[in-house]
Structure formats: structure tokens, C-alpha cells
């Protein structure tokens, strides 16, 4: 093996030995990041799945170390960052996102296949078999993004506008961020009980699911914006105020991004981004003006 490994290397080309070997070191990586994320998971056909994936990509790997001769190491860095990837966000994201973040091929398949005939069938393999291994890939989590989307939409046209008339209203951190904790828990138990009794309404057997997964996003969203109220000293409630909307903006990236990876739909128009942020902010702008006047004419001074 050693002998024929040796010839194959010295019959290719400076350029496509180096493409060679950068995808041994991806196959190789990947592999190991499947087989870790499978380690984690407890459905059996899911975990199943990502082990029948880690051997695809070991497979491939394999032969391309019979053009390179070397026997390459998972890159350690990677695979902690995209484990910890599907620990926090779930393994559909983490792997469609580590799929879509591959290294480009600087030498196309079909001339790499001139020197290494087996390109073609590689690359072949990984278009359908991997792909269609993917598509198998059933996270529960997945299939309630319609509640996810409820609950945190709702947390922040509703938060971001009580927080922001309560900071000119109050005027001080810490009680703008003890009201809206109280509002903010109210809001969600409300938010999931709704959320239930809709479900069982159209007597729906995942009713509880669905409302936990409501008041989970809602309940995170809320977190996420008393935040910056918790941060600032007293007197700085405008500074926490703009962080706030700072972090309703980056919710509605992150989010977004979130969904456009795990289910392979395009980033910018998912959910209406920019309408979404227009809502919040408007209802933001609006209630500010609201704390204004409130406390003009009430002539509240706290």
C-alpha cells in the first residue's frame, strides 16, 4: 500500500496534491465533528444518521490519503467550535452550517479528476448520498420555529415598548428593570398559556410543546432586554436604553441567520427582517413618547 500510495502522490501536480490534501484534512475533521455530535444525541435514528454521515466523510477521506500518504488529525479548534455549536443551537445548524462553510475548491473536480480519477465519484457521493442523509436529519426543535417566532416576536414589540416608556417615566435603572422583570415573566406565562389553549383548541396532541417552546423564546427574549438595565448604573438609563435596542437588532440577525441555515432558506427574506425591526422599534419610538408625556401631565417625579 505504502509503495502504491507513494506513486500516486508523485504523479501529481504541486497544485492539486495541495487541493488534495486540504480535502483529506476537511473530510477528516468533518467526520470527527459528526461523530461527536452523534456521541451527544439521544434520538436513535438522528444519531444513526450522523454516524452513517462521519463514515461517508472517513470513506473519503481514506482515499484521498492514498494520493497525499499522510494520515492527518482532526483540526481541534473545529470541532470543539462546531460541537459547542450544536450543543447551543441544535445539530441541524451546526452541521448544515459546517456543509455551507466548506473551503472552496481552488482546482475544479473535473480537473482534479485527470490526476485523481476518484474526484468525480466523491464528489458525486457528497452531492446526492450525504445530501439526501441530511435531509433525514429530524430535530425536534425544528418543527416548532412558528412558536419560537410567536413568542420571541411578541416578547420584543411588547418589551422593547414598555421598557422604553418606563425609562423616561422612571428614570432609573434599577426600577425600569424591576417593573419590566415583572411584566416580562406576567407577559410570558400569559404568552404560553395562550399558546396551549390555541394548540388545544385544534386539538393538537404537542399543545404543551408548543406553549413551552413560546414561553422558553419569550422568557430568553425578555432576559436579553432587561439586560443592559442590570448593567448601567442608575443615572444611565438612556445608555441602557440604547443598548437594548442594540440587542433587539441583534436578536433578529442572529435568529434569522438561525432559521435560514437549519432549513435552507434565504437570510434576508425569512421572516421579513427589516419589517420586523420597523414593528419593534416603531412601538420602542412610540411608547417612549408615551413615558414623556405620562409623566408631563401626571406630573410623576420618581
Not at 483529506?24 to 452513517?52: C, P, S, W
Not at 490526476?115 to 430535530?139: V, W
Not at 425544528?142 to 422593547?160: I, K
Request: no cysteine.
Amino acid at each position: 500500500m505504502a509503495a502504491d500510495t507513494d506513486a500516486r502522490g508523485k504523479n501529481l501536480s504541486p497544485a492539486v496534491l495541495a487541493q488534495i490534501r486540504a480535502f483529506q484534512q476537511n473530510e477528516v475533521t468533518e467526520a470527527e465533528v459528526y461523530r461527536r455530535i452523534a456521541a451527544r444525541t439521544k434520538d436513535e435514528g438522528n444519531r444513526q444518521t450522523l454516524l452513517r454521515i462521519s463514515e461517508e466523510e472517513a470513506k473519503h477521506a481514506a482515499i484521498w490519503q492514498r494520493y497525499t500518504g499522510e494520515e492527518l488529525r482532526p483540526q481541534g479548534g473545529r470541532v470543539r467550535r462546531y460541537a459547542l455549536l450544536a450543543l447551543i443551537f441544535g445539530f441541524t445548524f451546526a452541521v448544515k452550517l459546517m456543509e455551507k462553510g466548506e473551503a472552496k475548491a481552488q482546482i475544479s473536480y473535473e480537473e482534479l479528476a485527470k490526476e485523481a480519477p476518484e474526484a468525480l465519484s466523491i464528489r458525486d457521493d457528497e452531492e446526492a448520498h450525504e445530501a439526501a442523509l441530511l435531509d433525514m436529519l429530524d430535530e425536534e426543535r425544528l418543527s416548532y420555529v412558528g412558536s419560537m417566532v410567536l413568542g420571541m416576536n411578541d416578547a420584543m414589540v411588547e418589551m422593547t415598548g414598555t421598557l422604553a416608556g418606563l425609562t423616561l417615566a422612571m428614570q432609573n435603572t434599577r426600577l425600569i428593570a424591576l417593573s419590566g422583570l415583572i411584566t416580562g415573566i406576567a407577559a410570558t406565562l400569559s404568552m404560553a398559556s395562550s399558546e396551549y389553549l390555541s394548540a388545544k383548541s385544534e386539538d393538537r396532541e404537542d399543545a404543551f410543546k408548543s406553549a413551552t417552546y413560546t414561553g422558553i423564546a419569550y422568557l430568553i427574549t425578555v432576559a436579553l432586554l432587561i439586560l443592559p438595565y442590570l448593567l448601567f448604573d442608575a443615572e444611565h438609563y438612556l445608555w441602557a436604553m440604547g443598548t437594548m435596542i442594540v440587542i433587539v437588532l441583534l436578536i433578529l440577525v442572529v435568529f434569522n441567520y438561525y432559521i435560514s441555515v437549519a432549513q435552507d432558506l434565504p437570510f434576508k427574506k425569512r421572516f421579513g427582517l427589516g419589517q420586523m425591526a420597523g414593528i419593534s422599534l416603531g412601538v420602542a419610538a412610540l411608547s417612549f413618547v408615551i413615558g414623556i408625556l405620562v409623566k408631563q401631565f401626571l406630573g410623576v417625579d420618581i
